[in-house]
């Protein structure tokens, strides 16, 4: 499926629609390049989600975790940032495969391409194009809305 969004609002409109269909347990890999619209989505998404938390990139500190009261009965979101990685072999530190794995929650990782080997056929994938302005393409996979 793929989604143009004119602006923000519009994203942001995608993200609460993605937000209802998704479930604990799931894991959203975010593609895209710098600027693309990643972390503006996930920023839309746990809010969707009923969390009431400051979402910023996770490049540096690599993973961060949202908690607390939300709409969907969920334990918490990884929010995971593969940006610095560079050899598959780093991952390693993360324990990926246990936080994938978490049932009672939802992992999104952004530049997950080193990560792909830990993903299962059901994992959600999104692509992210940035059309200019506040204009994005996104295509999504894996997901029906």
Do not use: C
């Amino acid at each position: 499926m793929e989604v143009t969004t004119q602006n923000t609002k519009e994203t942001n409109k995608l993200a609460s629609k993605v937000a209802e269909k998704i479930k604990a347990g799931d894991v959203l890999a975010l593609y895209g390049d710098l600027g693309s619209g990643k972390t503006t989505f996930v920023r839309f998404l746990v809010s969707a989600l009923g969390f009431d938390a400051r979402v910023q990139s996770p490049t540096f500190v690599i993973i961060r975790k949202y908690q607390g009261n939300n709409k969907v009965g969920l334990k918490g979101v990884n929010h995971l940032d593969l940006f610095r990685f560079q050899f598959k072999e780093e991952l390693e530190t993360l324990d990926l495969s246990g936080v994938l794995k978490e049932k009672d929650e939802i992992s999104i990782i952004e530049w997950p391409e080193l990560a792909e080997d830990y993903f299962d056929k059901d994992t959600i994938k999104l692509y992210f194009e940035d059309l200019g302005g506040d204009k994005r393409k996104i295509t999504i996979e894996n997901l029906e809305l």
